[in-house]
Each structure stands twice: as C-alpha cells, then as structure tokens.
C-alpha cells in the first residue's frame, strides 16, 4: 500500500468535489435546508410547547451528527457510481493503483467531507439558533468514529450490490441510507425497547442525548 497512489486518488475527488455543482449543493446547500426546515420546526416546538427542549435537542443534534453517517456512505457509493457512469473502472483497474488503496481513499474523502459539513452546519445552527454542537468536547470524537464507520459499512454494502447487479439498482444509493435513517430514529418506538439494538446508530444517538444533552443549550 503506497501513500502517494491514496493521496492521488484523493486529490482526484477533492479536484471532482470542487468542480462539481452536483457535490458542493450535497455538502451545503441540502444540509443548510434541513438545519433551516427543521431548525424552524424545532423553535416553534419550543415556543408554544413548555417542556419541548428534549425535542429541539433531538432535531438538531440528529440532523448535525446525521451528516457524518450520510458523507461517509455518499462518497462510497457516488464515486463508485461516478466512476461506472464515465467507465472509468478498467482504467483504473489496470493502473498500478490496488483494491484497498482505492478503497481507503473512499474513506478518507468521506473524513474530510464529513468534517466540512458537520463544521458548516453546526456553525449555520450555532448562528442562527444558539445550538452550540462543540460544548460535547472532545467526546464528540467517538461519536465521529462511530458514525463514520456505519456510513462506510452502508456504502460498501449498497456499493457492493452495485457493483454485482450493474448501474440499473443505482437508486438504492440514496433511499438504503434514508432507511438506514428511519432505523436509528424511530424503531425503538414502533419495535419497542427491546429492539433498541437492532441498529447501532440508536445507541450512539440515544447516548449523545441522555449523557450530554443538557450541556447543548
């Protein structure tokens, strides 16, 4: 595994990220109206409601940390899409370039999207709401890994289908992690509470608000 060849394929979809209008409305405009959408609905829960805090809490801080899962699995599946729409497979199969540095540079795109997003949207929601994401310290740092690693594992199982049926199962791309969503936010209530481990993304957004969602507001 050489370093220069992932950096490469890096650069490469850093340079597509930067040209591509498709990529940039993806990493700020879709999430700066969810924060708006939702941050609206949460404030007017909070003003005709007493006790809505909890509500706005889970709003916000689902929508923010929501964005990590969604960079990691888009930059997976897209890019292996990108990649089939423009039959760019052999050329890169025939290039020096292994499986797992390709793979790895997937990942790594998905880190450095995911930061950006996360820090434009809790930035918009901390201008706009006061709902200031970063008093969760450095304890937001598992929570990244966490999610992080449940977007990859999503995208390389929707990748993976795609890969074995062809372009024609494409929209499993975005509706698997909308799914994937509904799983972690609203299975515990309609499946009960002793399926709460079903999906992990439930523990990790159950944890983040019953350990430190007082300290958010």
């Not at 292994?98 to 929601?125: D, T, Y």
Request: charged content about 10%; overall charge positive; aromatic content about 20%.
């Amino acid at each position: 595994m050489k370093l220069h060849r992932i950096f490469a394929v890096v650069l490469r979809y850093l340079y597509l990220f930067k040209h591509s209008l498709d990529r940039l409305s993806d990493a700020f405009y879709w999430p700066t109206i969810d924060i708006l959408l939702w941050g609206l609905t949460s404030l007017y829960f909070q003003k005709f409601t007493p006790d809505a805090s909890i509500v706005v809490l889970v709003l916000m801080s689902g929508i923010l940390l929501w964005l990590i899962v969604w960079r990691g699995q888009y930059e997976i599946t897209v890019n292996i899409l990108e990649d089939l729409w423009n039959k760019n497979l052999i050329n890169i199969f025939v290039s020096p370039l292994k499986f797992s540095e390709w793979v790895l540079s997937f990942f790594i795109i998905g880190i450095v999207k995911a930061i950006v997003s996360l820090i434009f949207a809790s930035l918009l929601a901390f201008f706009l709401y006061k709902f200031n994401l970063y008093l969760y310290g450095f304890y937001l740092i598992p929570y990244f890994i966490l999610l992080i690693t449940t977007g990859w594992w999503v995208g390389c199982l929707v990748a993976g289908t795609i890969l074995r049926f062809g372009t024609r199962i494409q929209t499993l791309a975005s509706p698997f992690a909308v799914f994937s969503s509904l799983l972690s936010s609203f299975h515990s209530s309609t499946l009960g509470a002793e399926s709460s481990s079903f999906h992990p993304n439930q523990l990790y957004f159950r944890g983040f608000a019953r350990g430190f969602g007082k300290r958010l507001f």
